[in-house]
């Protein structure tokens, strides 16, 4: 089936640092999404992004995260600066009309140490 | 409180047994229920799914079965089979959100042979 890739599968990174995690969605897909989920803990939104723009964001998604897709290439999460609490697997989405099925990648591990 | 509930965090059942996967919801907005099942080291893969307009939907081995006046759902798979062992996550949206899922904490399923 479709494939969504995740790269890296696991970053560790210095509190403080800026992190950069990139996703390749679907080729066709127009829907991107970034979900988070802390070890134990269910998977939580964070952010949906469609047209160049961001469209939802939850209360997770702080100041510090901004997300982009230039010019059709990786969808990116960016975190700057990284906290503590930012170490968790993120998984990026994507789907073709939004309320369809969303696939998912296999997550990046954050650690910020 | 916990949007999505999944009632066990654990399911171990036989080989040949029908396993059954519980989950209740607080939002009476949300309208599509979707399972996903999620092996170690992959992200999550949409298994089945099912729109509150309906009372159940069958797909191969796997049926949901939903109550809208409850406000739960159940996820059966027949005939269970070692490679079923997963974790499943039972989520929920509603129309007006353009693919924004709320997860349950997820069953990990144990099928023994």
């Known amino acids: 089936g479709p494939k969504v890739l995740q790269i890296p599968s696991h970053q560790i990174i210095d509190m403080g640092q800026m992190v950069t995690l990139n996703c390749d969605p679907v080729s066709n897909h127009l829907y991107f999404y970034w979900y988070k ?53 993120y998984f990026c989405a994507s789907s073709f009309l939004g309320v369809d099925t969303l696939y998912f990648g296999a997550g990046t591990r954050l650690s910020v140490l | 409180q ?32 979707p399972w996903y099942q999620q092996f170690p080291g992959e992200g999550p893969a949409l298994l089945i799914a099912i729109r509150s307009v309906s009372d159940k939907k069958e797909d191969g081995r796997f049926t949901i079965f939903f109550n809208k006046r409850e406000k739960n759902l159940s996820l059966h798979i027949k005939d269970s089979q070692p490679g079923d062992s997963a974790t499943y996550f039972c989520a929920a949206s509603s129309n007006t959100n353009t693919g924004k899922l709320t997860f349950g904490d997820g069953t990990v399923l144990t099928v023994k042979p």
């Open chain 1, 37 to 89: 989920q802390i070890l134990g803990q269910q998977m939580e939104f964070l952010v949906n992004f469609y047209n160049g723009k961001v469209m939802e964001k939850s209360k997770l998604f702080k100041d510090q995260f901004s997300v982009e897709r230039p010019d059709g290439s990786y969808f990116t999460l960016k975190i700057q600066p990284t906290a503590l609490e930012d170490s968790a697997v």
């Open chain 2, 2 to 33: 916990q949007q999505v509930r999944q009632s066990s965090q654990s399911l171990t059942v036989w080989e040949g047994e029908t396993a059954i996967l519980n989950c209740s919801y607080e939002n009476s907005a949300f309208d599509y229920f």
